[in-house]
């Protein structure tokens, strides 16, 4: 008995100590979950229609649930549209119009419907079918195409915001799942979703530096649904996710998720999904809270949220936390939230012109077509996923009158996954492009990504690059490149010849030059070699006589007495 009443006390220590390890919360019933928002994602369609009178046509396709059937229309602000209402309730319906005399709404004939405040001229009343693919036929038919088809259930108000109702792209109306709320030319109100929740949390009130954890779980009894997931906040947060097999849950921007799910996981950018992570048949909440605690290393969690949606298309929408503060936080309305489409991750191409990636090469520079160019590829991180970036073709085009297309060999360079995660780095020769003549080019890669062996389409990157002929000039004499050494040589060379020469000079003026005791008085007859004479000849004739040779003699000796005594 002693004993036992020493081991009481470790037993209820070890029990408190499991119990704080291993936190769980009982979920409660409420009508809107704090942290989670989730709408259906009905049919619908978006495009650039406009009729040949400039008018928008719109199909409201409206589902009611509730009774009684009464919602209004404002269209004072509205574009000059034609609006279709297909309600679909086996009650009559009442509708409360208040449009600008540009707006003419057409209604089935068949149908119970009480327009409020419309004109007459204004409310067209037709055979309409209540199919959604035959509604756009017919509206096609009639006016030409669909600008958009939305489809809202319980609707309580529809408003124009007084903006251009179409978008850029395709004309043609092609049915499928949407956010309606993306549309910008459009707000409502609706009644509160058929949708059912649970929730609790365990998290305190204050901020910690512990990641906020997200635990979703829908029961096995629920309807297998297709769940978008989109994150609003700026902070990284763990998301636990728990579905009946079949269930496919699609991230449109992960890039702020560390998720786990025991269901497929598909995330924008990318084609082939995530296997489940976690094998979990057991939807108790406890069991899924202690699963994603576990997971995740954590102590404890956000919030638990349980949902049982009310269609097979939803998106939902995690919210950050919002700690109370001094100031109230300027809360944003549901209005605003948008998703967007999944789009190919976001590529960026680099160039540059040295084998160590660090010369960027500038967009306008000019590169020549006998030289290498080393690209790189970079792909926008998908939260805490590191995709493999993988090459498959290049190509380049030219920007030309006539556009030539030529593929671009390349070779693919190895770096550590340190180095190049969600990258890729190749090599190009331009040296094909040389009996090319033009010189803009457009350079296009297409490219993998892949995650753990398995690959999907990436999409493409394009940069365009000026390519220009190597400088040529004609055939010369070769140059020799001389060192300092070669030059000082050359230079003592030629100072040693100089001094032979001047030597060779002096010597030859020692040997023939004037004595310095000459006696100037001679004949020049006398002084063979003489370079320079003062005689001044004179013409004579070809046969002199005697007694003129004679004269010119005694002329010539008086002629030179006169310099040589000055001289003396």
């Not at 004993?3 to 408190?16: E, H, K, Q, T």
């Not at 409020?116 to 017919?138: D, F, R, Y």
């Not at 389409?457 to 394009?462: A, C, L, Q, Y």
């Amino acid at each position: 008995m002693e004993g036992y009443r020493m081991m009481l006390p470790l037993l209820l220590c070890v029990a408190i100590s499991a119990s704080a390890f291993s936190q769980t919360c009982d979920p409660v019933n409420v009508l809107d979950p704090p942290l989670v928002q989730v709408r259906e994602m009905p049919i619908g369609c978006w495009t650039s229609f406009l009729s040949e009178d400039m008018r928008e046509v719109h199909i409201f396709n409206l589902h009611f649930s509730q009774s009684p059937v009464i919602f209004s229309v404002h269209m004072v602000t509205a574009k000059p549209m034609n609006i279709i209402l297909m309600i679909h309730s086996s009650e009559t319906s009442y509708v409360a119009c208040n449009c600008n005399p540009n707006v003419t709404i057409y209604v089935n004939n068949d149908s119970s419907i009480n327009l409020i405040g419309l004109e007459q001229e204004n409310a067209q009343k037709q055979h309409l079918p209540i199919e959604n693919k035959e509604l756009v036929k017919w509206a096609t038919e009639k006016f030409g195409g669909v600008t958009s088809f939305t489809t809202i259930r319980n609707p309580r108000n529809i408003t124009s915001t007084g903006r251009e109702g179409t978008k850029p792209g395709s004309s043609e109306c092609t049915l499928e799942n949407e956010d309606p709320l993306v549309k910008h030319f459009l707000k409502f109100e609706a009644a509160p979703s058929a949708s059912s929740f649970k929730s609790c949390s365990l998290q305190p009130q204050t901020p910690s530096d512990e990641m906020e954890l997200h635990i979703i779980n829908i029961p096995e009894n629920a309807s297998i649904s297709n769940v978008s997931v989109y994150l609003d906040t700026e902070k990284v947060i763990g998301v636990f996710l728990r579905g009946p097999q079949g269930t496919t849950w699609s991230f449109h921007n992960p890039r702020h998720a560390k998720f786990c799910s025991n269901n497929e996981i598909v995330l924008s950018g990318i084609e082939h999904k995530l296997l489940p992570a976690v094998t979990m048949t057991s939807d108790n909440a406890e069991d899924v809270q202690k699963k994603a605690l576990d997971y995740f290393k954590a102590k404890t969690f956000t919030i638990y949220t349980e949902i049982r949606p009310e269609g097979s298309m939803v998106l939902m929408v995690l919210r950050k936390r919002d700690y109370p503060t001094v100031t109230e936080p300027v809360q944003k309305p549901v209005s605003t939230i948008a998703t967007r489409a999944p789009q190919q991750m976001p590529l960026l191409m680099l160039l540059y012109t040295s084998p160590d990636y660090r010369l960027l090469l500038k967009p306008n520079t000019t590169v020549q077509n006998d030289k290498k160019i080393y690209a790189e590829i970079l792909g926008d991180t998908l939260g805490e996923l590191v995709l493999m970036i993988k090459v498959i073709r290049c190509s380049m085009r030219s920007k030309s009158s006539c556009p030539v297309e030529k593929e671009m060999p390349f070779v693919s360079q190895d770096c550590s996954s340190r180095v190049c995660a969600n990258r890729a780095r190749v090599i190009f020769s331009l040296d094909q492009l040389q009996e090319l003549g033009s010189s803009t080019w457009e350079l296009e890669c297409f490219v993998n990504l892949c995650y753990n062996k398995n690959c999907s389409d990436g999409g493409s990157v394009k940069r365009n690059l000026e390519v220009t002929q190597p400088c040529t000039s004609p055939p010369s004499t070769p140059c020799f490149d001389f060192g300092l050494p070669a030059v000082l040589g050359i230079a003592f060379g030629g100072f040693l010849i100089g001094v032979l020469l001047i030597g060779a000079l002096w010597f030859i003026k020692i040997k023939t030059g004037y004595p310095s005791g000459l006696d100037m008085s001679s004949t020049a007859t006398n002084l063979p070699g003489c370079p320079c004479s003062l005689t001044k000849r004179q013409p004579v004739s070809t046969n002199p006589s005697p007694s003129e040779n004679s004269s010119a003699n005694a002329s010539i000796g008086s002629t030179q007495s006169t310099p040589t005594s000055s001289m003396a």
